[in-house]
């Protein structure tokens, strides 16, 4: 089972780049690293997913090295609005639900 | 587009009342539904999962039960509330086959007293 560690908190301001590293060491061959962000009283957002190399959407860029052992999710020009909770979920998105684990995610706060 | 709802938003029973939470989705066929927990400042606990109509898997043993009456309906029930049931109820849907990518729904918040 593929644990993954992340800060339990950041701080940036408006227009910079942030970077939230998770750490999953066990990562197994076929487990896929998955990124959620959650706003207060609010359920989780689907936000990005990927296996190696990088990945890019229009909310966020995923960073993954060769190794596989972290990964690291990128918000470009965050906002005031970009104020949540991230989880970093790594499993095999196609065998079963079962070791899904939401830990405690990055809290990150976003300053004028 | 998908949807999905949930209902009630907001709930206060007493202790040893009975509970069911119903969550619903529209625009797909055969969903995966999951219900996640929530404890306030925590991260999301996974109670139940279902990959079809009457399949359910349990992912915490506790006095919750879940059913899957139709296809894009999934209830959440207990005979007999705890204190420590309370938190912020979760539901979620993903395409079959997918288990990572979910929709969470708007969630309902649970106070037993």
């Known amino acids: 089972l593929a644990k993954t560690t992340q800060p339990i908190s950041m701080d940036s301001y408006e227009g910079q780049e942030v970077n939230i590293t998770c750490s999953h060491n066990n990562i197994a061959t076929n487990d896929y690293i998955t990124w959620y962000q959650q706003f207060p009283s609010q359920g989780p957002r689907f936000i990005i997913q990927g296996y190696k190399t990088k990945v890019t959407n229009e909310v966020a860029s995923l960073f993954i090295p060769a190794d596989r052992k972290s990964s690291t999710l990128s918000l470009p020009r965050v906002s005031l609005s970009d104020t949540a909770v991230y989880y970093c979920?790594?499993?095999?998105?196609?065998?079963?639900?079962?070791?899904?684990?939401f830990g405690s995610g990055t809290r990150l706060s976003i300053r004028p | 587009s998908q949807t999905i709802h949930q209902w009630p938003a907001t709930l206060v029973q007493p202790v040893g009342s009975p509970l069911s939470l119903e969550c619903t989705v529209e625009g797909t066929s055969n969903p995966n539904l999951y219900w996640y927990r929530q404890a306030a400042g925590r991260g999301l606990q996974l109670l139940f999962y279902s990959v079809g109509i009457g399949q359910i898997s349990s992912e915490v043993p506790q006095n919750l039960s879940a059913s899957r009456p139709q296809d894009r309906q999934f209830i959440l029930s207990s005979k007999k509330l705890l204190l420590s049931d309370s938190g912020f109820y979760l539901c979620?849907?993903?395409?079959?086959?997918?288990?990572?990518?979910?929709?969470f729904g708007p969630g309902t918040r649970l106070t037993v007293t």
């Open positions: 979620a849907w993903s395409v079959p086959g997918r288990f990572y990518e979910q929709y």
């Open positions: 979920l790594v499993g095999d998105r196609y065998s079963s639900a079962s070791k899904i684990i």
